[in-house]
């Protein structure tokens, strides 16, 4: 069972989130909040996995509330932030992604990309749409990030690539004709190479560093890998 905490400071919105979890068996949302300063308290009490948090609340916003709860990564266990949003090209999105929510959704998403979304996220996984990061996240300088990205393996940016195609890891597996095991690994190693907390917090550098180019498919360089070998 994968426990919920609602933090949005709509009544309208959490009774609607909650009823879209209440059709689900492996989903329970065991509290709810109205502004980001219930969350520190909110998620000691109720050890929630995942929690939906509002941007925008009149107290404390969903961004401080995230920088708040999760820190600087090492309080854990942490549950996952994913961040509600109505606009994808919102700056206070990508702010809450560079202090480590899991991913956003918009609030207009049909149901069952919300609930999948909570799966995925749950899983350890992200939620990250490629064109939103593209547009929140452009590139920056190359500085002393851009010379990390060098230190990456020719596999390890092939795998970065596929995540900033927003792709998780069966589907990288499938692309890269890797093991899901490998892919893991991988993933773990451009982390550590990279001094990010998870995969969306890579994905945000590799555009702010000019790894990935906005307007260029992030795995343009993998597929050209792949093609390559399929010819020969």
Do not use: C, W
Request: glycine content about 10%.
């Amino acid at each position: 069972m994968i426990t919920l905490l609602i933090v949005d400071d709509e009544p309208l919105v959490r009774s609607g989130l909650r009823a879209i979890f209440e059709g689900t068996a492996d989903l329970a949302v065991v509290g709810e909040g109205n502004d980001g300063a219930e969350v520190p308290s909110l998620v000691a009490r109720l050890r929630p996995d995942v929690v939906l948090m509002d941007v925008r609340m009149p107290l404390v916003d969903g961004i401080q509330a995230t920088r708040n709860l999760l820190g600087d990564g090492t309080r854990m266990p942490a549950p996952k932030v994913l961040v509600l949003t109505t606009f994808g090209s919102d700056d206070y999105v990508y702010e809450a992604l560079r202090h480590g929510a899991a991913g956003f959704l918009l609030k207009r998403s049909r149901p069952e990309e919300i609930i999948q979304a909570v799966r995925t996220v749950a899983a350890g996984d992200s939620v990250v749409f490629p064109e939103a990061v593209r547009q929140l996240a452009g590139p920056g300088h190359k500085g002393s990030a851009g010379r990390v990205m060098e230190g990456l393996s020719a596999r390890e940016k092939d795998v970065l690539g596929e995540l900033a195609a927003g792709r998780n890891n069966a589907e990288i597996a499938s692309a890269l004709y890797l093991s899901p095991e490998t892919v893991k690994t991988h993933i773990a190693s451009v982390l550590a190479k990279l001094q990010v907390r998870d995969r969306t917090q890579a994905v945000i550098l590799a555009y702010e560093t000019g790894f990935i180019r906005p307007g260029a498919h992030p795995a343009g360089h993998a597929a050209a890998r792949r093609h390559g070998r399929r010819q020969a």
